[in-house]
């Protein structure tokens, strides 16, 4: 077991539930994508590259799906949000199965795939 699945099988419920689902949603929408344990939280990345990750941040209730580059996404994914001011980093708040939009985020994984191809810089603008 990774250090990264090992983290996800740790999370008290809900979030423990959501992390497994939505990973297995990344795996199967981006077979190639690399899971890795960055930070003490799973990161995922494609082509060597971080594109995303899971976290539970502190006094929230939601699990947070965070997109390295999402602040080039957020035009056309305006579900993204800016959680206290990241400067490139979007995220979606997930909170239960029920709100989650597997459709939309497979369309969102799949254009922070091209994007991360296509920038020199994961971490800039």
Known sequence: M??????ILNQKEP????MLYIRSVVK???PIIEEK???GIPFYHFQKRPMMYLNVLKGTNFLDVAFVQGIKLQENFPELQDYKNR??????QVKTLEDFDE?????????AAKLSLKSKSTWKN
């Not at 400067?87 to 979606?92: A, D, G, P």
């Not at 939309?104 to 254009?111: C, D, G, T």
Request: avoid cysteine.
């Open 28 to 30: 199967r929408t981006l």
């Open 87 to 92: 400067k490139n980093v979007r995220s979606i």
């Open 15 to 18: 979030f423990q539930s959501l």
């Open 37 to 39: 344990y960055n930070y």
């Open 2 to 7: 990774n250090p990264a699945e090992l983290h």
């Open 103 to 111: 459709v939309q985020f497979i369309e969102l994984l799949k254009a």
